[in-house]
């Protein structure tokens, strides 16, 4: 039997060794994840309409739009809450795959994680209790302004405050309990990214963007430096669903409009 079946045997080794770098050249990236057949992803839950909970479920334009690129993967989303100041070590202890949490492409960022291409642009915004009598960043003087910690928000804040533009700046964990501060009154304003500053206040009533501040920011999804197939995957993937209307879908939905053409 097996002088019989030696010779079969080999040739099927021989098409397997040989089909492993074909498969991973099309894109396949169940050998590149944490888990077989799934794509975690660590994710601030508390940053609507990018994400958040609904119970137990994750929504939001982010968990969608992974959802969709998992699918062009082969592989099926595991959403991990995370708090947003642990997200970057997370990472890179192979808690997750990615990060994709309406993370900003920064300078700082990319000297500890690698980021796929550009999925969103955004920019930063001032937010104000309704009776508020505060118009502009130029009426931030002498104001108290909270911001989510360790965000762009806060950063802006910062380079206001050394203008001599801020009387103080207050950090908070995430951004819902910035609102909430700023709805009882202990804060005088919020700065942070204008599409959440606009869906927040639209969504709770009590509050309104008084102004956006230009700051060309892009998100991107954030990959260990050591997991460059995925990267590659994940940009084929994301290139994908923009070319075949999946990605147009998921943006009317959360935001209410096409996305803007260059």
Same mark, same amino acid.
């Given at each position: 039997?097996?002088?019989? #079946?030696?010779?079969?045997?080999?040739?099927?080794?021989?098409?397997?060794?040989?089909?492993?770098?074909?498969?991973?050249?099309?894109?396949?990236?169940?050998?590149?994840?944490? &888990?077989?057949?799934?794509?975690?992803?660590?994710?601030?839950?508390?940053?609507?309409?990018?994400?958040?909970?609904?119970?137990?479920?994750?929504?939001?334009?982010?968990?969608?739009?992974?959802?969709?690129?998992?699918?062009?993967?082969?592989?099926?989303?595991?959403?991990?809450?995370?708090? #947003?100041?642990?997200?970057?070590?997370?990472?890179k202890t192979k808690k997750y795959d990615i990060i994709m949490s309406a993370m900003t492409i920064t300078a700082d960022r990319k000297k500890q994680i690698n980021f796929s291409d550009p999925y969103i642009d955004s920019d930063q915004s001032i937010a104000?209790?309704?009776?508020?009598?505060?118009?502009?960043?130029?009426?931030?003087?002498?104001k108290v302004v909270g911001v989510q910690i360790d965000t762009t928000g806060q950063f802006k804040a910062e380079e206001i405050q050394k203008a001599g533009g801020i009387k103080e700046i207050q950090k908070f964990d995430t951004i819902l309990v910035a609102?909430?501060?700023?709805?009882?009154?202990?804060?005088?304003?919020?700065?942070?990214?204008?599409?959440?500053?606009?869906?927040?206040?639209?969504?709770?009533?009590? +509050?309104?963007?008084? +102004? &956006?501040?230009? +700051?060309?920011?892009?998100?991107?999804?954030?990959?260990?430096?050591?997991?460059?197939?995925?990267?590659?995957?994940?940009?084929?993937?994301?290139?994908?669903?923009?070319?075949?209307?999946?990605?147009?879908?998921?943006?009317? +939905? #959360?935001?209410?409009?096409?996305?803007?053409?260059?």
């Amino acid at each position: 039997m097996k002088g019989k #079946w030696m010779k079969p045997a080999i040739g099927l080794l021989l098409a397997a060794l040989l089909a492993i770098p074909l498969a991973a050249g099309c894109g396949g990236a169940s050998g590149q994840t944490l &888990k077989a057949g799934k794509l975690t992803m660590g994710s601030d839950t508390s940053y609507p309409p990018f994400e958040s909970m609904e119970g137990s479920k994750p929504v939001g334009f982010d968990v969608e739009v992974a959802q969709a690129i998992a699918k062009k993967l082969g592989l099926t989303l595991e959403v991990i809450s995370t708090a #947003w100041d642990g997200i970057i070590p997370g990472l890179k202890t192979k808690k997750y795959d990615i990060i994709m949490s309406a993370m900003t492409i920064t300078a700082d960022r990319k000297k500890q994680i690698n980021f796929s291409d550009p999925y969103i642009d955004s920019d930063q915004s001032i937010a104000v209790a309704n009776n508020s009598t505060i118009k502009g960043q130029a009426d931030l003087k002498g104001k108290v302004v909270g911001v989510q910690i360790d965000t762009t928000g806060q950063f802006k804040a910062e380079e206001i405050q050394k203008a001599g533009g801020i009387k103080e700046i207050q950090k908070f964990d995430t951004i819902l309990v910035a609102f909430e501060a700023l709805e009882q009154g202990k804060v005088d304003a919020i700065i942070n990214d204008y599409p959440v500053n606009m869906y927040v206040s639209g969504k709770r009533g009590k +509050t309104k963007v008084i +102004t &956006k501040i230009k +700051t060309n920011e892009q998100y991107g999804i954030g990959v260990r430096k050591d997991n460059t197939a995925l990267l590659n995957s994940i940009n084929g993937a994301l290139k994908t669903i923009r070319d075949d209307g999946s990605y147009t879908a998921i943006y009317k +939905t #959360w935001f209410g409009a096409a996305p803007p053409t260059e």
